[in-house]
T-cell receptor, first 113, second 113 residues
Framework: DQQVKQNSPSLSVQEGRISILNCDYT??????FLWYKKYPAEGPTFLIS?????DKNEDGRFTVFLNKSAKHLSLHIVPSQPGDSAVYFC????????????FGKGTHLIIQP | ETGVTQTPRHLVMGMTNKKSLKCEQH?????MYWYKQSAKKPLELMFV???????ENNSVPSRFSPECPNSSHLFLHLHTLQPEDSALYLC????????????FGPGTRLTVT
């Protein structure tokens, strides 16, 4: 039973437009959420995070939105750039890092020139 | 070396072999993690070490044996593996067990023949 779901295996977006990646979760104990980016042959790289006490966190071109009532979060990238082409993983934590992170399967974002 | 390094990057082993995966972090962190990523599956947490003490064993078969001799090094000893154990094995570290953001190594691609 997957507790973190990314229902879109892939997403294609034109360069300069907005990329929106979605993530749903089922475990109401999750209180911290993270997005990771992964290039081929590299490990996941931490991108941005959000605590459950917030509904938005912004860092440059990246913004994460959290809707706790819907158990849904999204990552917005604007404007999208060719270097953003990668696999993006949504991850969640319940009560700190001691229990590790629970990951989604990832969404492959392709930025078209 | 910076960040989290893993060796070897690729490993092919027979079912009767014994091998070890090595992870080293140069971030001054105190918690280290092993994750497994099988094809078309999300990253799955295997083990957690916090200040060299194992704090989580996520129902991993005994043919996988972790070792954490100090806060900078983590090993995964492998013996009598099965073909279904073929996967990408990722090591991660965080400041401590209470910190959620984890930093990943590039992974070891393991193939069991």
């Amino acid at each position: 039973d997957q507790q973190v779901k990314q229902n879109s295996p892939s997403l294609s977006v034109q360069e300069g437009r907005i990329s929106i990646l979605n993530c749903d979760y089922t475990n109401s104990m999750f209180d911290y959420f993270l997005w990771y980016k992964k290039y081929p042959a590299e490990g996941p790289t931490f991108l941005i995070s959000i605590s459950s006490i917030k509904d938005k966190n912004e860092d440059g071109r990246f913004t994460v939105f959290l809707n706790k009532s819907a158990k849904h979060l999204s990552l917005h990238i604007v404007p999208s750039q060719p270097g953003d082409s990668a696999v993006y993983f949504c991850a969640a934590s319940a009560g700190g890092g001691a229990d590790g992170l629970t990951f989604g399967k990832g969404t492959h974002l392709i930025i078209q020139p | 070396e910076t960040g989290v390094t893993q060796t070897p990057r690729h490993l092919v082993m027979g079912m009767t072999n014994k091998k070890s995966l090595k992870c080293e972090q140069h971030l001054g962190h105190n918690a280290m993690y092993w994750y497994k990523q099988s094809a078309k599956k999300p990253l799955e947490l295997m083990f957690v070490y916090n200040f060299k003490e194992q704090t989580e064993n996520n129902s991993v078969p005994s043919r996988f044996s972790p070792e954490c001799p100090n806060s900078s090094h983590l090993f995964l000893h492998l013996h009598t593996l099965q073909p279904e154990d073929s996967a990408l094995y990722l090591c991660a570290s965080s400041q401590d067990g209470a910190t959620v953001e984890q930093y990943f190594g590039p992974g070891t691609r393991l193939t069991v023949t």
